[in-house]
């Protein structure tokens, strides 16, 4: 069984940065597209990006070059980089591991960001 836990949050200032990471169990986490998402309250979940099994990276908008994310397949593990956060980040991160059309998801970890 696909299992997926993040870690990392916490409560960081503004301008302050935090990573993310997501360590995978029961699979090999080489064979799948590998994403980040969030969710503010009272707000869905929105993409904040991936990374494919051939290392293409994709980022929304609001966290382009602010964000990275990366891969390390050998320890079937993802990681989100956050620089630079602002209040707006705050959410619940959630991590995605996609393939062939079935989606596995983490538990979350939160993120807040004080102004």
């Known amino acids: 069984q696909v299992q997926l836990v993040e870690s990392g949050g916490g409560l960081v200032q503004t301008g302050e940065s935090l990573r993310l990471s997501c360590a995978a169990s029961g699979t090999f986490i080489g064979v799948y597209t590998m994403g980040w998402y969030r969710q503010a309250p009272g707000k869905q979940r929105d993409l904040v990006a991936t990374?494919?099994?051939?290392?293409?990276?994709y980022y929304a908008d609001s966290v382009k070059g602010r964000f990275t994310i990366s891969r390390a397949n050998a320890k079937n593990t993802v990681y989100l980089q956050m620089n630079s956060l602002k209040p707006e980040d705050a959410a619940v991160y959630y991590c995605n591991a996609r393939r062939e059309f079935r989606d596995y998801w983490g538990q979350g970890t939160q993120v807040t960001v004080s102004s």
């Open positions: 990374i494919t099994t051939g290392s293409s990276t």
